[in-house]
């Protein structure tokens, strides 16, 4: 087995996770440590938790903590190409993990309604 395989009971889901702060990231971590291959998107400047109390610039305690076992890719939903390309790559994805505000989810393209 490479280090990239995940074994457990989620083995071969994927999930797309779009979280902060706190209760969404352990989600997304607790889905990763049962086996799915989570991929978490971030902003350009990254996850606000990456700087917070951050020891190491940029790799935060909490960050480490809640957010290990999972892959990261940053993306600017601000624009227009990167919701482009959250579009494009979706169908790949079985989940989709998201806890912001309501109304943001469908202002930055990526509610239930335009993904499904």
């Not at 395989?5 to 997304?28: D, I, K, S």
């Not at 809640?66 to 601000?78: E, P, Q």
Request: proline share 6%.
């Amino acid at each position: 087995m490479s280090g990239t395989e995940q074994w457990g009971a989620l083995n071969g889901v994927r999930v797309m996770e779009f979280t902060v702060v706190l209760a969404g990231p352990v989600c997304g971590m607790l889905l990763a440590q049962m086996g799915a291959d989570v991929v978490k998107i971030e902003p350009p400047m990254g996850d606000p938790q990456r700087r917070n109390g951050s020891v190491v610039p940029g790799e935060s305690k909490h960050y480490q903590a809640y957010n290990h076992g999972k892959r990261s890719l940053v993306v600017d939903l601000r624009e227009e190409h990167g919701r482009e390309l959250i579009h494009r790559i979706i169908p790949q994805f079985d989940v989709v993990l998201t806890n912001y505000r309501p109304g943001v989810t469908k202002r930055l393209g990526i509610d239930y309604e335009t993904l499904r």
